[in-house]
């Protein structure tokens, strides 16, 4: 069943041109039409006070599901906004799997900023093996299939480059992430690592924080928790980059059913500095 979608290059294109021309259009119809445009009855917060969730996530999502559905064959999916306060854990181990993130970075999305763009992906037994992201303000468009690369399109002049990270080892290490999802008594730590010992920045989109590694403009990724939906492309474009992304703690390889930290790196050496510098032999968290 997977050999049929992207066992040959006339399907994989199928594959993308769907995907691409439905995020194209999903954020011409709704979720352009909110940008700049919400009122406050049309923000919630769902797990914590600044984790939120809009008009315009339900919506496109709603929008994106139906048309995805069938597709291929894939009659089940997850998403951000459907999923999250559910269990969904039944789901993660499909044969075929959509994975849909239709606002990564709502909080960007909320306040003006460019750094938010719409993602879906696909996954098999857990996992991911093609993702989407879509930044409609930059009107770039990245795909990555797993064994087949990773590709940016800039969709102004229909111009598609591979992405290839730099083979690169002494350079000034730059990255992006948080430590959400760590425990407190351990959290304010691993924080204060990556700030003392990187240039660490927050993006605050998982998809834009992956496309930025694979352009080399930074070096790692550390996220203090998984979701299949933030996740799957970053493990994705990162890997066919030529990055590393493994769980932070026992370098193990990611999955959709995986928990707690991760961290993708332009490579191997990168990897393991940013994670002594993050979480040193001798931490406690890395020792649980």
């Known amino acids: ?26 954020n011409e119809k709704v979720i352009l039409s909110y940008f700049n445009n919400l009122k406050s009855n049309d923000i919630e917060t769902k797990s914590s006070v600044d984790d939120f969730v809009t008009v315009a996530d339900k919506k496109s999502e709603d929008w994106l599901s139906s048309r995805l559905l069938g597709f291929q064959n894939i009659s089940k999916f997850i998403g951000e906004e459907t999923s999250y306060n559910n269990n969904f854990s039944n789901l ?32 098999s037994y857990g996992v991911p093996f093609a993702t989407f992201v ?38 000034n290490i730059s990255g992006s992430g948080g430590t959400k ?7 304010n730590r691993i924080m204060n690592n990556l700030k003392s010992n ?22 790692f990724i550390f ?6 939906w933030d996740h799957s492309p970053v493990n994705l474009i990162v890997e066919e980059s030529g990055g590393l992304v493994l769980m932070a703690r026992d370098r193990e390889v990611f999955n959709i059913r995986k928990s707690g930290p991760i961290l993708a790196a332009s490579n191997v050496e990168i990897w393991e500095k940013v994670r002594n ?8 968290y890395r020792l649980i």
């Open 1 to 26: 069943m997977l050999q049929s979608i992207i066992g040959n290059i006339s399907q994989r294109d199928k594959l993308i041109d769907f995907v691409m021309n439905l995020l194209i259009e999903v």
């Open 92 to 123: 993660l181990n499909e044969p075929l799997l959509w994975i849909i993130d239709p606002i990564d970075g709502t909080k960007n999305y909320i306040k003006g900023s460019n750094n938010f763009c719409s993602m879906i992906s696909i996954s």
């Open 134 to 171: 879509y930044q409609p303000l930059e009107k770039t468009f990245v795909y990555a299939i797993k064994d087949f690369g990773a590709y940016l399109v800039n969709l102004k002049n229909k111009q598609k480059t591979q992405l290839l990270i730099p083979k690169l080892i002494d350079i």
């Open 181 to 187: 999802g760590i425990p407190e008594l351990h959290r």
């Open 198 to 219: 990187t240039n660490r920045i927050f993006i605050g989109s998982a998809g834009i924080e992956a496309i930025m590694l694979a352009l080399n403009k930074f070096q």
């Open 223 to 228: 996220h203090g928790r998984v979701t299949p």
């Open 277 to 284: 510098l993050a979480m040193p032999e001798n931490d406690p």
